[in-house]
T-cell receptor, first 114, second 110 residues
Framework: NAGVTQTPKFQVLKTGQSMTLQCAQD?????MSWYRQDPGMGLRLIHY???????DQGEVPNGYNVSRSTTEDFPLRLLSAAPSQTSVYFC?????????????FGPGTRLTVT | DQQVKQNSPSLSVQEGRISILNCDYT??????FLWYKKYPAEGPTFLIS?????DKNEDGRFTVFLNKSAKHLSLHIVPSQPGDSAVYFC?????????FGSGTKLNVKP
């Protein structure tokens, strides 16, 4: 069991470039989510999915797109990177979306936009 | 405006003593509250949770207390150990959405 995996670990982008952060889980979890962590702000929810084909917005969705074509994968797309998107990004999964279920986090992707 | 707040950015405690981490929230619709622990360069790991219908939950050295009237929860670690040194985040859930506090860095001194 690999748990939640994220790639890449580090990435540097120039303003306006696009990229996709990959996230995969092998626990057959229905719920997956993306967070960004900024100093003094904690983790903020970007987008989440309660199952394949279903996605919804979190607290800070602007500038990010997601899709969920399979149960295992939940990629996060930045269409036109901006310096304000410099952050550490975490993907998480849990059996269901309720707080009753433990969320498992990936190791994170540190993104710098210059 | 943040719905979950941790007002103490850091806490230092002697090994063997009690650590108390605090968290306040504003949304009375939150149904679960959770605590996560995070080491540098790693993702957060789940520690303990509590349903909004309870006021206490215990798991080994960790106890979470919920005071709904004050919209306040706290995490007690007894006894504290050096390996507990990490950043602790409290979080709250509202259906499928989770809201995190800004974290408290705990340092347990040997």
């Amino acid at each position: 069991n690999a748990g939640v995996t994220q790639t890449p670990k580090f990435q540097v982008l120039k303003t306006g470039q696009s990229m996709t952060l990959q996230c995969a889980q092998d626990m057959n979890h229905e719920y997956m989510s993306w967070y960004r962590q900024d100093p003094g702000m904690g983790l903020r929810l970007i987008h989440y999915s309660v199952g394949a084909g279903i996605t919804d917005q979190g607290e800070v969705p602007n500038g990010y797109n997601v899709s969920r074509s399979t149960t295992e994968d939940f990629p996060l797309r930045l269409l036109s990177a901006a310096p304000s998107q410099t952050s550490v990004y975490f993907c998480a999964s849990s059996l269901r979306g309720s707080g009753r279920y433990e969320q498992y986090f990936g190791p994170g992707t540190r993104l710098t936009v210059t | 405006d943040q719905q979950v707040k941790q007002n103490s950015p850091s806490l230092s405690v002697q090994e063997g003593r009690i650590s108390i981490l605090n968290c306040d929230y504003t949304n009375s619709m939150f149904d679960y509250f959770l605590w996560y622990k995070k080491y540098p360069a790693e993702g957060p790991t789940f520690l303990i949770s509590i349903s909004s219908i309870k006021d206490k939950n215990e798991d080994g050295r960790f106890t979470v207390f919920l005071n709904k009237s004050a919209k306040h929860l706290s995490l007690h670690i007894v006894p504290s150990q050096p390996g507990d040194s990490a950043v602790y985040f409290c979080a709250a859930s509202d259906f499928n959405k989770f809201y995190f506090g800004s974290g408290t860095k705990l340092n347990v001194k040997p």
